[in-house]
């Protein structure tokens, strides 16, 4: 079997139907990591022994013939800031080695009871403060595309692993953009869900304000059935939010007629590449195409959004790092320890000055999606950029720009690809939708998703 382009909802069938076998599909998935990690430095620990003693365990209880959990089976993998049980977590940082957490994190456990088998932590930006993912401890993460090009970041190794097939489905965080930015850059789908539906227990934190779990996949239906059961209310997290979660799979074929999309085009919105602005542009008329009204619209205060976000990150960082910044500043990498030392720097008035721009913003767009039910922007204003020479920190500043302002407001986004630059680099379409209507996006970036079969147009062949 070809297991290169094989989706999470495939395999998933293949196994339900006992055409694969949990363990036949761990030991190719393997077998592809050990193969293409050398070159793409995805994976910064591989589980080995654990996920083929597991996939035995469930290729043997197969034969029973019992109705199989949702993810029985699947091979998926982990941010190296999310707990797994009994495995080292570093956050892609020197300060955390020696922490070996004893419990899941919520969003883990939730994926282990529903079968998923956890096949490694993935290489990250360092405690995910920044999104090129050029870890200075442990190497650069590498573009399946081109591999003299960034992946984006923070969760750079896990968009890699899932566009080049070497885990069906995986777990990021996102507080600027580190779902999105990498997924766009890329070529996968990635989804941060509004502020409070994934539980942030057993997650290392960068900031208590904006951090956000979330599933990256191949395409759109792989990341609704990842969210749907990471999704819900843990009273033992204080940020998460006691709200009803419906089932996006039983809607995701219903389409767009009639839908208000907001093609975001004023000035702040379109500073972006002409390649990007364009592939954006031809998505807004694919959705005028399949029955719904496009308008073109002004944002409130994209940069304002922007900027508060970037303040509040560093800010909130520094107080997470204190002690470390304090006492053990010279294991951080060059780049974050300087933006831990610029957030460190934000004064107390600053600070509220942020929180208090932040509700209001977070008002103003609530309001603006009384009026319409999704937004286009561009995830990316670029494509990925060449690894040579790189400034972690100006890089931040670029490709947060679109992504950044919905982590403020708390809203729902999802990154997926809608085509390609002239060197063959995909670009991101982002979608964003009001508070809790993660429904929604996902139906309608499916029904983009099947209407220009872009599933399999960026769908990457073995070419390194």
Not at 66 to 89: E, T, W
Not at 146 to 157: F, V, Y
Not at 291 to 319: R, W
Request: proline residues 5%.
């Amino acid at each position: 079997m070809n297991f290169q382009h094989l989706t999470l909802t495939e395999a998933k069938h293949l196994i339900q139907t006992r055409q694969l076998s949990p363990l036949e599909l761990t030991q190719a998935i393997l077998e592809r990591i050990e193969r293409f990690n050398p070159t793409l430095n995805c994976y910064l620990s591989v589980f080995s022994e654990e996920a083929l003693a597991k996939a035995e365990r469930l290729s043997k209880a197969l034969k029973q013939g019992r109705k199989l959990n949702p993810l029985y089976g699947i091979p998926m993998g982990i941010k190296d800031i999310i707990a797994v049980r009994n495995q080292p977590l570093r956050a892609g940082s020197k300060v955390w080695e020696g922490y070996t957490p004893a419990r899941d994190a919520y969003a883990v456990e939730r994926l282990r009871r529903s079968g998923a088998i956890f096949i490694g932590y993935h290489n990250m930006h360092e405690i995910a403060l920044g999104v090129t993912n050029l870890n200075p401890h442990f190497g650069a993460v590498r573009n399946p595309w081109r591999t003299d090009c960034i992946s984006g970041g923070s969760s750079g190794g896990s968009a890699v692993a899932v566009v080049s097939g070497l885990c069906l489905g995986a777990l990021g965080t996102d507080t600027g953009g580190s779902i999105r930015i990498p997924a766009s850059l890329c070529g996968a789908v990635g989804l941060k869900p509004t502020f409070g539906r994934v539980s942030l227990r057993g997650v290392l934190p960068l900031s208590w304000n904006l951090d956000h779990v979330g599933p990256l996949g191949r395409c759109v239906a792989d990341v609704a059935l990842i969210y749907r059961l990471i999704a819900g209310y843990d009273p033992q997290d204080v940020v998460s939010a006691s709200k009803t979660v419906g089932d996006p799979l039983s809607r995701l074929a219903a389409g767009v007629s009639g839908m208000r999309i907001a093609l975001a085009q004023d000035d702040f919105f379109t500073q972006a590449d002409d390649e990007v602005l364009q592939a954006v542009r031809a998505a807004a008329q694919v959705f005028r195409s399949l029955g719904a009204v496009v308008e073109e619209v002004q944002m409130p205060d994209g940069l304002l959004a922007a900027q508060t976000n970037g303040l509040m990150v560093i800010s909130d960082a520094a107080a997470v790092y204190e002690k470390e910044l304090s006492e053990r500043a010279h294991l951080f990498g060059e780049d974050v320890l300087q933006r831990l030392r610029n957030g460190a720097a934000v004064t107390v008035s600053q600070y509220v000055q942020a929180r208090r721009t932040q509700t209001i913003l977070q008002k103003q767009y609530r309001e603006f999606f009384k009026r319409y039910d999704v937004l286009l922007t561009p995830t990316t204003p670029i494509t990925a950029p060449s690894i040579e020479g790189r400034d972690s920190i100006e890089a931040a500043r670029i490709l947060t720009r679109f992504t950044a302002p919905f982590n403020l407001t708390g809203l729902p986004a999802l990154s997926l690809p809608c085509g390609f630059n002239p060197e063959g680099l995909p670009i991101g379409l982002q979608l964003v939708a009001n508070q809790w209507q993660e429904e929604l996006l996902l139906r309608t970036a499916y029904t983009y998703e099947q209407a220009t079969n872009a599933h399999h147009q960026f769908a990457w062949s073995d070419t390194l």
